[in-house]
């Protein structure tokens, strides 16, 4: 069966997929304060701003596929077209794609990566999604 994948096929679906699943998140807004004593968080607030994407962050997909797997060769090969990277990362296996729309949004981003993942992993492909806060 994942030999007969077509991979960018697959990708784009994937895309519009975690495109859906972004739009659709409705971040939970952050409040950033900032206090009259830098060093104290308990001074008086001396001003604040809402920030409606909620908190900053990243996301991305990976695959623990090994280094010569088609779908692996697909994605070094297409690296830097579109969504797709291709990259070795740094603890093991390779990036499918870094989430680079939504801006600053750790939870669309999120929500992005994680519609993706499903998508890539009910084809039958080994990946996953991860994030972190900036």
Known sequence: ?????????????????????????????????????????????????????GVCGFAWVLTNEHGNSKFVKFLKAESGKGVLDGSKAYYGGYYVTWVREFGQSMEQKEAYAGAFAVVLQEAGLSVYSGSRMD
């Open 1 to 53: 069966m994942m030999k007969d994948l077509d991979f960018q096929k697959l990708m784009n679906q994937a895309h519009w997929a975690g495109m859906e699943a972004g739009k659709a998140l409705k971040p939970t807004p952050m409040v950033v304060q900032e206090h009259a004593n830098v060093l104290d968080d308990s001074s008086p607030v001396v001003q604040s701003w809402t920030v409606n994407s």
